[in-house]
Each structure stands twice: as structure tokens, then as C-alpha cells.
């Protein structure tokens, strides 16, 4: 069974709106984390925010929040006032705790286009 | 203080050839996880260690593929025999030591992007 799943390969946003990219999970671990990464045409895999399972409120990150619904096992992202630099890949990942480690499971991508 | 360093950035190679790509972890770093992306996919967990360890190779092929992460040095990712299908960008992440509580983020390096003619 896929661990991360992100149903939208590609969303569409006009600058200065805002965009939720979907990203649900499956663990039965009670103790995990979720992480989203911003991937540029450039290539490289940029750090955006993490939630973790117990934390009580959602994550935020300047432009970025984390709508997290844990019953849901749901943990979209929000980008406020898209910026046309804000277009790339992002991957959702999962870190299980029970392993003891910090691999990461990601989901396929969702690819942001912002345009003018 | 440099993030996590890997090369070469780009390789080629012809079937059959082997490729090694290297990876420097963040200073203070001791724990290394490759990972592989093959065209219009996300990240695949190939294999994670530690300095002179392997911990976790399950997401390594059987066959043709080796990690090393020696004390002295940057952990290396080998591939022998290389087939078209090799043709990926593989990452390396490296983190710190395990916090009892808190997240470890890990820090990804721009990637080795390895073509296969």
C-alpha cells in the first residue's frame, strides 16, 4: 500500500493567490512526522516545513502552513501569495518513528505552475 | 558552514561501465541516506549509513549496487555494469545524530544526475 499518496500531478495558480497541494498518508505508527520539499528546475531538494503527530497545532512557515487533519491522515500544504518563484515540484515524505531513523517515504510530486 | 556536497553533478557512462558518486555530508553530519529519482518521480529510499555501517539497505537493488560510508571520507554509491536504467538522479541527504525528541530534518545535496548511453 502507497504510504504518501499526492493525487494532483500538476496544479495552475495565479500570483498572489493561494494554492493547497494535497498530500495523504497511511502509517499505523502513532508516532510520525511529515515533511514538505520544494524541488526547482534547478534540481535540488529545498527543506520547507515539518509537523510532527503530536504536535497540537498546524506547522507554519513564513509563506508555507501545513493544514494537518490527523484523523483524516491528511497533511496538505498551503502556499499564501504565490510568488512566480514558487514554481517547482514538492513532495510530501513521512518519517515513521518506530524505525529509529530519518528516512523519509516521499509521494509522487505535485507540479506547481504559477503564472502571471 | 557547506551543505551536503555531492559529485560529479552530472555523469555518463556507457552499458556496463561502473559509476561511483560521492557524497560529503554537512559538517557534523554522521548519518547518510541515498536516495533515487528517476524521471517525473518522486524520491526512492535506496539505503542509509553510518560512518564504517550500514543501517538500512532495503531499497538498494540486489545486484550491481554497493554503499560505503567509510571513517575518513565521503560515503560513496557504486554501481557496476550499468544499464539504461540506471539512468536516474540519485540524492544524498545526510542528518545529525538522532535528537531524543524533536524532528531531524534531513539536508538534501543537489544531486548526482547519471545518464547511461
Known amino acids: 500500500a502507497q504510504k504518501i499518496t499526492q493525487t494532483q500531478p500538476g496544479m495552475f495558480v495565479q500570483e498572489k493567490e493561494a494554492v493547497t497541494l494535497d498530500c495523504t498518508y497511511d502509517?499505523?505508527?502513532?508516532?510520525?512526522?511529515l515533511f514538505w520539499y520544494k524541488q526547482p528546475s534547478s534540481g535540488e531538494m529545498i527543506f520547507l516545513i515539518y509537523?510532527?503527530?503530536?504536535?497540537?497545532q498546524n506547522a507554519t512557515e513564513g509563506r508555507y502552513s501545513l493544514n494537518f487533519q490527523k484523523a483524516r491522515k491528511s497533511a496538505n500544504l498551503v502556499i499564501s501569495a504565490s510568488q512566480l518563484g514558487d514554481s517547482a515540484m514538492y513532495f510530501c515524505?513521512?518519517?515513521?518513528?518506530?524505525?529509529?531513523?530519518?528516512?523519509?517515504?516521499f509521494g509522487t510530486g505535485t507540479r506547481l505552475q504559477v503564472f502571471p | 558552514n557547506a551543505g551536503v556536497m555531492q559529485n560529479p553533478r552530472h555523469l555518463v557512462r556507457r552499458r556496463g561501465q561502473e559509476a561511483r558518486l560521492r557524497c560529503s555530508p554537512m559538517?557534523?553530519?554522521?548519518?547518510v541516506y541515498w536516495y533515487r529519482q528517476l524521471p517525473e518521480e518522486g524520491l526512492k529510499f535506496m539505503v542509509y549509513l553510518q560512518k564504517e555501517n550500514i543501517i538500512d539497505e532495503s531499497g538498494m537493488p540486489k545486484e550491481r549496487f554497493s554503499a560505503e560510508f567509510p571513517k575518513e571520507g565521503p560515503s560513496i554509491l557504486r554501481i557496476q555494469q550499468v544499464v539504461r536504467g540506471d539512468s536516474a538522479a540519485y540524492f544524498c541527504a545526510s542528518s545529525p545524530i538522532r535528537q531524543v525528541s524533536g524532528a531531524n530534518v534531513l539536508t538534501f545535496g543537489a544531486g548526482s544526475r547519471l545518464t547511461v548511453l
Open positions: 515524505a513521512m518519517r515513521e518513528g518506530r524505525y529509529n531513523t530519518d528516512k523519509l517515504i
Open positions: 502509517t499505523s505508527d502513532p508516532s510520525y512526522g
Open positions: 509537523q510532527g503527530s503530536y504536535d497540537q
Open positions: 559538517k557534523g553530519h554522521s548519518h
